[in-house]
């Protein structure tokens, strides 16, 4: 019968059958004033704490975001009577409210020190809780176009010639990269990129794609291993074909294999510029002519085959 009540009077019936000194009213006593949201609010993730039935009143439906809606309903309303009301809380605020329950998640769980915390960037600076426009994660825009709002720099990487087609949807942001935060690894001694999550194995997120690139090999190109493949190739886009870091193959080379170490070698015995390495030849300028297995080899040390 109470649906039938005028607004103010269900507000008020729910209020009296509240358990007394907690100030939760339930999610019920919400629709009576907010129908807009509540109408698509069995859509949201957030609806099992609702449906499961079992929850306590501090972390059901709206009061487990917004706290005990009590004071609210008996003001009649005023976003200042809502004990967590996101638009007059501060970043750190927003991020405790919502690590309330998603502090066990392991994807979050580096989120104090992630690059966006740091920079106050708060939750609600990219999910939309209650109106999301987007089929998963409660995104305030589309993936792409909601990193791009920052990151304009990127945007024009993945207009270049050669890119990563994120685009035109194949791949997003996320398969790359943790919003979240991300914990050390291995590859660039441990200096990795900003928020570049990892894949099977401590390894590079390249690899989940490019997995003939994975090994172990035999004989191993360093920069692969230790420096990563930000060493030759820009991750986003780039004017040069491969993602290359310089449009010509003997260049990138040669900012390595120089002959510059120990008695005219460096890195794997790779001998000083002579007539078997003449660069000024075009010939000779394609290095990977010759040695086609350049990220890793199981039969030759100098990646011939």
Request: hydrophobic fraction near 30%; proline fraction near 6%; glycine fraction near 8%.
């Amino acid at each position: 019968m109470t649906r039938f009540l005028p607004a103010f009077l269900f507000a008020a019936f729910a209020l009296a059958q509240a358990p007394p000194g907690t100030g939760y009213v339930g999610s019920n006593v919400c629709r009576t004033c907010h129908l807009d949201v509540a109408l698509n609010f069995f859509k949201n993730p957030h609806y099992k704490t609702v449906a499961s039935g079992h929850e306590s009143p501090e972390r059901t439906g709206c009061e487990g975001c917004h706290g005990p809606g009590g004071a609210h309903v008996a003001a009649g309303g005023g976003r200042d009577t809502i004990p967590r009301a996101f638009s007059l809380l501060s970043t750190k605020q927003t991020l405790e409210t919502c690590l309330n329950c998603h502090a066990r998640d392991l994807s979050k769980a580096n989120i104090r020190r992630s690059e966006h915390t740091l920079n106050d960037i708060a939750c609600t600076s990219c999910h939309s809780i209650h109106r999301s426009p987007t089929p998963k994660f409660l995104l305030a825009k589309q993936q792409s176009e909601l990193c791009y709002s920052c990151h304009s720099a990127v945007r024009a990487q993945f207009d270049m010639p050669s890119r990563h087609r994120v685009n035109e949807g194949v791949i997003q942001c996320t398969d790359c990269h943790n919003p979240h935060g991300a914990f050390a690894a291995t590859w660039r001694m441990s200096q990795r990129p900003r928020m570049v999550e990892q894949s099977l194995g401590n390894e590079e997120p390249c690899l989940k794609c490019h997995v003939d690139k994975r090994g172990p090999s035999a004989f191993e190109h360093p920069p692969v291993r230790v420096e990563g493949c930000e060493s030759c190739h820009y991750p986003h886009g780039s004017t040069n074909t491969r993602l290359l870091r310089r449009p010509v193959v003997f260049t990138l080379c040669l900012q390595c294999h120089n002959g510059a170490g120990q008695f005219g070698t460096r890195n794997n015995g790779v001998t000083q510029l002579s007539a078997a390495h003449n660069v000024l030849n075009p010939r000779y300028q394609l290095c990977t002519t010759c040695h086609v297995r350049i990220h890793g080899s199981n039969s030759d040390g100098f990646f011939m085959r």
